[in-house]
């Protein structure tokens, strides 16, 4: 049986490995993201969270709706209810907040241009490519203050160079099969 799950894939169990989105009401607030380590956080003498990007209201507009079609287009393949961004916290599975920290530390001192730029290579990005280059940047510049530092000015640099592709014109990658039988998917009592 799988878990009850909320927003994007987190599991509603109490404790769990997640990440937190905190979208305050006031237009003028920053964005926080934060990986929630749960009860393993605990245990390990590490700290229950630990803050992993601040955006600008402006930024966060302008990617967050690839990340929510991007996580919802693979709940809804594996079957698991989708989320929708909302103000105050939102739950978000281990695996895809770290994806979408890959996102948000590209975008985080992007123009509204090359936003959009950075969501179209980020969408073009395999899912296990996101997970490495998070544990690459999360190694060395993963706090908050680290925005112009080793990784996290290379994804800047590197998913922001180009342009954004012809509206209407997609390019995806052919659906993996393999994808959905990663630890994401797997629900277990």
Known sequence: MKDKTVDFGASEKFGAHLFRVEIPAATS???RI???YGYRGLENGIPRGEERVILARG???AIADS???EFNDRLKAAR???GRWHVG???VDRLLGRELCVLAWAAETANADQCAVISSKWAALRPEERWWLYAMTVAEAGLPEDTQRGWRRALFLALSDGEKPPAGRKRRRPTENDLFS???FE???
Do not use: F, G, H, Y
């Open 80 to 82: 698991i209810p989708v």
């Open 182 to 184: 990663l630890p994401l």
């Open 187 to 189: 629900m277990n009592n």
């Open 67 to 69: 990340a929510r079609r």
């Open 89 to 91: 916290t939102n739950l």
């Open 34 to 36: 934060v990986e929630d």
């Open 59 to 61: 930024v966060w507009s």
């Open 29 to 31: 607030a920053t964005i």
